[in-house]
């Protein structure tokens, strides 16, 4: 299929579907004029890609999962125990991302706190 039909049945654009495989996560067969051809096993793939993504995984964690992304299920842990891993990570860093932001927050709030107490707001 051309990348126009894989993009209607996948819902990811073009554009998207040429940056994963820039990215190695897909690959398609070049025509003599130049066309993409995928095989329709890249329809699972772009589906994983995109519920990782929306999962909150970054590309660069989807690269790690390799041949799992063929996989129907992904978390069938026996098929893909690195996926635990990956997501655990993941949720620790996002975990610290917030820690990080709610610390900020709070040396706002207790600056904007201050400035008010000196505007006699």
């Known amino acids: ?46 589906q994983n890609v995109r519920s990782l993504l929306a999962a909150g995984l970054t590309m660069a964690d989807i690269g790690q999962i390799g041949e799992c992304l063929f996989t129907q299920d992904l978390s069938q842990a026996e098929v893909c125990d690195h996926v635990l891993a990956l997501y655990e990570r993941r949720v ?7 820690a990080a932001t709610a610390d900020t927050a709070g040396r706002l709030h207790s600056e904007l706190d201050s400035l008010r107490e000196r505007a006699g707001h």
Do not use: F, H, K
């Not at 051309?2 to 996560?25: D, F, H, V, W």
């Not at 620790?92 to 917030?98: D, I, M, R, T």
């Open 1 to 46: 299929m051309q990348i126009g039909e894989l993009s209607r049945l996948t819902g990811a654009s073009p554009r998207s579907l040429r940056y994963y495989e820039e990215q190695g996560l897909i690959t398609a067969e070049r025509l003599d004029n130049g066309y993409r051809v995928y095989g329709t096993e890249t329809i699972l793939v772009v």
């Open 92 to 98: 620790a860093s996002v975990e610290s991302q917030l």
